[in-house]
């Protein structure tokens, strides 16, 4: 059986045949994304790089807030570097080590800090791991130049879990722990936990957000610790250096179950800069480089 077509069927099939032939409209911009998306994780999942890379930080805070109920000025100076460490099949060492000076009204503290952090990390989807840190405070009242009894040679250890997952443009964090007093007993003081977000602009842009929590688990200890920081990093293209700033604000909350509670309230800007090596991108060094930030203050 023979089917004939005038010149107006053949220029109506023809015109089928073609729109049949193209994508449909809207399919391909998002298809022609998600492949360039899908290489450029290839890429990178391929690029060659060192085993070892790491960070070099310097940061300053200053702010206002409350001390012993009155007014008060708080700075702080703060200087740390974190290296990793990639030993195969996924696993990873990291150890930060870092110094902070910082006053609050009379008060003049200073801390140092090492921890490491022992972590497997698929860079494509999440890392989960487990760290411990070591620090000792020292405080004085800058007005008498007497120590401060309650931070005097103070000596803690935390340890604890954390975890991250990624996305093309997100990063969550998370860490639970137990703080202890001193090296000898290792009697558990609080439990903290921490929550954080990033999110990536560029690969040279992020902004991110962080909260933290501190309760006490001794009776003899009554402070109740809370911390919020948001930030913006940015790192220019093809240089080992970036700057950063945000806001900061902490909450300590002293005697609770007393008559006479007390607070130590702080809250104000940062701002500060970092030197990276063995990673080119912000999002590169978090996936496979340094990831772990430092922990919260006062542990």
């Given at each position: 059986?023979?089917?004939?077509?005038?010149?107006?069927?053949?220029?109506?099939?023809?015109?089928?045949?073609?729109?049949?032939?193209?994508?449909?409209?809207?399919?391909?911009?998002?298809?022609?994304?998600?492949?360039?998306?899908?290489?450029?994780?290839?890429?990178?999942?391929?690029?060659?790089?060192?085993?070892?890379?790491?960070?070099?930080?310097?940061?300053?805070?200053?702010?206002?807030?409350?001390?012993?109920?009155?007014?008060?000025?708080?700075?702080?100076?703060?200087?740390?570097?974190?290296?990793?460490?990639?030993?195969?099949?996924?696993?990873?060492?990291?150890?930060?080590?870092k110094h902070r000076r910082a006053q609050s009204g009379h008060?003049?503290?200073?801390?140092?800090?090492?921890?490491?952090?022992?972590?497997?990390?698929?860079?494509?989807?999440?890392?989960?791991?487990?760290?411990?840190?070591?620090?000792?405070?020292?405080?004085?009242?800058?007005?008498?130049?007497?120590?401060?009894?309650?931070?005097?040679?103070?000596?803690?250890?935390?340890?604890?879990?954390?975890?991250?997952?990624?996305?093309?443009?997100?990063?969550?964090?998370?860490?639970?722990?137990?703080?202890?007093?001193?090296?000898?007993?290792?009697?558990?003081?609080?439990?903290?936990?921490?929550?954080?977000?990033?999110?990536?602009?560029?690969?040279?842009?992020?902004?991110?957000?962080?909260?933290?929590?501190?309760?006490?688990?001794?009776?003899?200890?009554?402070?109740?610790?809370?911390?919020?920081?948001?930030?913006?990093?940015?790192?220019?293209?093809?240089?080992?250096?970036?700057?950063?700033?945000?806001?900061?604000?902490?909450?300590?909350?002293?005697?609770?179950?007393?008559?006479?509670?007390?607070?130590?309230?702080?809250?104000?800007?940062?701002?500060?800069?970092?030197?990276?090596?063995?990673?080119?991108?912000?999002?590169?060094?978090?996936?496979?480089?340094?990831?772990?930030?430092?922990?919260?203050?006062?542990?």
């Amino acid at each position: 059986m023979c089917v004939r077509v005038g010149s107006g069927g053949r220029i109506f099939l023809l015109w089928s045949i073609s729109l049949c032939a193209t994508p449909a409209f809207g399919a391909d911009p998002f298809a022609h994304d998600a492949l360039n998306r899908y290489r450029a994780a290839q890429a990178a999942m391929s690029k060659t790089r060192p085993a070892m890379s790491g960070v070099i930080e310097y940061r300053q805070f200053d702010g206002t807030g409350r001390h012993a109920l009155q007014p008060a000025r708080h700075s702080t100076v703060h200087a740390s570097g974190k290296l990793n460490h990639r030993i195969g099949a996924g696993w990873n060492v990291q150890k930060n080590l870092k110094h902070r000076r910082a006053q609050s009204g009379h008060q003049k503290m200073q801390q140092t800090q090492g921890s490491v952090h022992v972590y497997h990390r698929n860079p494509a989807s999440h890392a989960a791991g487990a760290f411990v840190a070591v620090g000792e405070t020292h405080g004085q009242n800058a007005e008498h130049g007497t120590a401060t009894p309650e931070l005097r040679n103070r000596r803690r250890v935390a340890t604890g879990l954390e975890a991250a997952l990624f996305s093309d443009k997100a990063t969550l964090l998370a860490l639970a722990g137990v703080r202890t007093g001193d090296f000898i007993t290792l009697r558990p003081e609080s439990a903290f936990a921490g929550l954080g977000a990033r999110y990536y602009l560029t690969d040279q842009l992020r902004f991110e957000v962080r909260g933290t929590y501190e309760h006490p688990l001794d009776k003899t200890e009554d402070a109740h610790a809370y911390g919020l920081t948001s930030a913006i990093d940015y790192r220019p293209d093809e240089l080992p250096f970036s700057t950063f700033g945000g806001y900061r604000y902490r909450l300590t909350e002293y005697g609770r179950r007393s008559a006479t509670p007390d607070e130590i309230r702080s809250h104000g800007i940062f701002a500060g800069f970092r030197y990276h090596f063995g990673n080119d991108t912000l999002q590169e060094e978090e996936r496979f480089g340094a990831l772990w930030p430092d922990l919260p203050e006062g542990l």
